[in-house]
Nanobody, 118 residues
Framework: QVELVESGGDSVEAGGSLRLSCEVR??????LGWFRQGPRNEREGVAT??????TYAPFAKGRFTISEGQSKKIIYLQMDTLKPEDTSTYYC???????????????WGQGTQVTVSS
C-alpha cells in the first residue's frame, strides 16, 4: 500500500514562492510526479522525477523545480515567480514503469491548495 501526503500549500502574492512537499509512506520505488487541477477541472501534469531524470510541463519550465530528499521518501516542488493562473489544488502521484507526464499514475494524494493573488 502506497500513501502520498502533500503539504506546503498556502496563499501568496504574485511573484512569490512556495515549496510543496510529498511524503511517500509505504514501500515504493518508481516515478513520482506533481499534477494540478486545470482550468476545465482536468488533471494537468506539472513535473515528474524518476529513472534519474526530471520532466516538466512547458508552463513549469524555468519556474518550478522538482527534487527528492536524501531518503527518497519525500519529493518537493519548488515554485518560483508564481502567477495567479498557478492557483490550483496540487497533487502528488506515483506510477510504475517509465517516468514522464504521460505515465500511468495509479496512486494519488489528497492535494494541497495553492492560491496566488494578483
Amino acid at each position: 500500500q502506497v500513501e502520498l501526503v502533500e503539504s506546503g500549500g498556502d496563499s501568496v502574492e504574485a511573484g512569490g514562492s512556495l515549496r510543496l512537499s510529498c511524503e511517500v509512506r509505504g514501500y515504493y520505488s518508481g516515478c513520482l510526479g506533481w499534477f494540478r487541477q486545470g482550468p476545465r477541472n482536468e488533471r494537468e501534469g506539472v513535473a515528474t522525477i524518476g529513472d534519474g531524470r526530471t520532466t516538466y510541463a512547458p508552463f513549469a519550465k524555468g519556474r518550478f523545480t522538482i527534487s527528492e530528499g536524501q531518503s527518497k521518501k519525500i519529493i518537493y516542488l519548488q515554485m518560483d515567480t508564481l502567477k495567479p493562473e498557478d492557483t490550483s489544488t496540487y497533487y502528488c502521484a506515483a506510477a510504475r514503469g517509465y517516468c514522464d507526464l504521460g505515465a500511468d499514475f495509479q496512486w494519488w494524494g489528497q492535494g494541497t491548495q495553492v492560491t496566488v493573488s494578483s
